[in-house]
């Protein structure tokens, strides 16, 4: 019996440690299985039903009379003078509004990580804007920019009596720029943890070597925080591509600029799409045209990924070649 001792308790072992990856396989399908379940419920089942509905005539109420019309939705969307008009708005308002918001915000990330006087309290400040709601913040700028009374327009009476420019009427698309830049306080915010881990041994190495302010900047600050740019960039392109509730709720501003007006001074492509499915009655259009949107920012955000290989460095690379060297 003593021989065969050490078989028998290697055998219970292997059983033993079955049994617990078992046990713990159990546990962990059955902790995830909230997650799955919202997952198919809340994610992938409306994308495929949406998908579907692209290709009929659905109108929203009448499912059993919808009738299958192929790809004539998208054909339609690519044909459409107001689609391209909404879509050329949103490509624009993008690519102004994500360079610029980079671009301020890494500017006050630079100024509020020096070493100045009272440098909490205008980080708080400047973090500030981003706490008010989106839907809050549109109808501070929507009371900045109205017409007869509003605030811009009374400081600018002070030098022009009479003033009653409409500014979202003629300029809605730089308004609503604008009203994003107020809001770059989170954006600032991730800029300056980057600054603040940045080794100070490399800067000051870089002094002692010669280097100005441009090429610190240059050499050390813009390539350790290309990662967090790059990442911000992306996350930029999607939430513009789909920005909405700003516009809808600036566009309200006067009858001539409602939101269900075509071709106003904001009619985004969400809006043409939501207007589609809502007021038109034509849900399997609009569907379609979310579903190009979305194949838009797919296509935009893999064009910046596979260009990122040229502009955006990482530290471990960096050690990896240091090390080769």
């Not at 004539?72 to 391209?84: F, I, T, V």
């Not at 041994?201 to 010669?210: L, N, S, V, Y």
């Amino acid at each position: 019996m003593s021989a065969h001792t050490p078989y028998m308790t290697s055998t219970s072992t292997a059983e033993s440690f079955k049994k617990f990856l078992h046990r713990e396989g159990t546990a962990f399908y059955g902790f995830i299985s909230l997650w799955l379940v919202g997952l198919l419920v809340l994610q992938l089942f409306p994308m495929i039903s949406a998908l579907v509905l692209s290709f009929t005539n659905f109108n929203g109420l009448d499912l059993p009379n919808t009738a299958f019309v192929g790809w004539s939705n998208y054909l339609e969307a690519l044909q459409s003078p107001d689609a391209h008009y909404s879509l050329g708005l949103t490509l624009i308002y993008t690519g102004l509004s994500v360079p610029l918001g980079l671009a301020t915000a890494l500017i006050l990330a630079l100024l509020l990580n020096a070493r100045r006087r009272l440098r909490g309290l205008y980080r708080t400040a400047f973090y500030l804007p981003t706490l008010v709601p989106l839907a809050a913040t549109a109808l501070i700028f929507k009371a900045i920019y109205e017409p007869n009374f509003g605030i811009l327009n009374l400081f600018i009476s002070i030098f022009r009596p009479g003033t009653a420019y409409n500014w979202i009427g003629n300029q809605g698309l730089y308004c609503l720029v604008t009203m994003h830049l107020w809001t770059c306080g989170t954006i600032m915010v991730i800029f300056l943890a980057g600054l603040q881990g940045i080794p100070e041994e490399q800067i000051e190495a870089a002094k002692i070597d010669g280097a100005n302010s441009w090429q610190l900047f240059r050499r050390i600050t813009w390539p350790l925080l290309s990662p967090i740019t790059y990442f911000q960039l992306m996350l930029g392109i999607i939430n513009a591509l789909q920005m909405w509730v700003p516009a809808n709720i600036l566009s309200t501003t006067t009858d001539a600029n409602s939101f269900w007006n075509p071709k106003h001074a904001l009619y985004v492509y969400p809006s043409y799409a939501l207007q589609q499915m809502m007021s038109s009655q034509r849900v399997g259009y609009g569907v379609a045209l979310i579903w190009i949107l979305f194949v838009l920012v797919l296509v935009l955000t893999q064009i910046v990924r596979k260009t990122s290989r040229f502009w955006v460095h990482y530290a471990v690379e960096q050690e990896e070649g240091a090390r080769e060297k």
